[in-house]
C-alpha cells in the first residue's frame, strides 16, 4: 500500500473533524501516520521513501501525507513549525507529533510500541 496524500477536507471526513469536534476521537479504521512535508524541504525527501517502505511493511497502518503549502488550513491546526512533522495516531490513544526526520529504525520502533501495540 502507498502512502496517501491527505487534504484538509479528506482528514475532516477520515480521521478528525476539528471543525465540529473539541475532543480528540479518531474516525479511522486503522492506526495512523501523517508526513506533513513540502516539496522543497530536503530532509523530507529523505524520509518520504523510509515512510513508502514502511506502508509496504506495515499493511495494517495507513499513511497519510500532507503538502504544507497546499494544505495550510490543516498544518495550521496543527501547528507545524517546521518540517518534516510526523503525527502517530494510535487507534485508541492520543496522537504524538514528532518534528525531525526520524531514520527508519526509529520510526519502526514508534510503530510497534504505539500504534500496534495491544491496547492495555
Known amino acids: 500500500m502507498a502512502t496517501v496524500n491527505l487534504t484538509s477536507q479528506k482528514f475532516k471526513e477520515d480521521i478528525f473533524d476539528y471543525t465540529t469536534e473539541s475532543e480528540w476521537s479518531f474516525k479511522g ?23 513508502e517502505e514502511l506502508s509496504n511493511e506495515y499493511p495494517d497502518i495507513v499513511i497519510y501525507k500532507v503538502d504544507t503549502e497546499v494544505e495550510q488550513e490543516l498544518a495550521a491546526v496543527f501547528q507545524i513549525r517546521s518540517i518534516p512533522s510526523i503525527l502517530f495516531i494510535p487507534k485508541n490513544k492520543q496522537p504524538m507529533m514528532q518534528a525531525g526526520a526520524l531514520p527508519k529504525h526509529v520510526l519502526k520502533d514508534v510503530i510497534e510500541k504505539e500504534l500496534l501495540a495491544p491496547a492495555e
Not at 486503522?30 to 522543497?40: C, L
Open 29 to 51: 479504521e486503522k492506526p495512523a501516520i501523517i508526513d506533513f512535508y513540502a516539496d522543497w524541504c530536503g530532509p523530507c525527501k529523505m524520509v518520504a521513501p523510509v515512510l
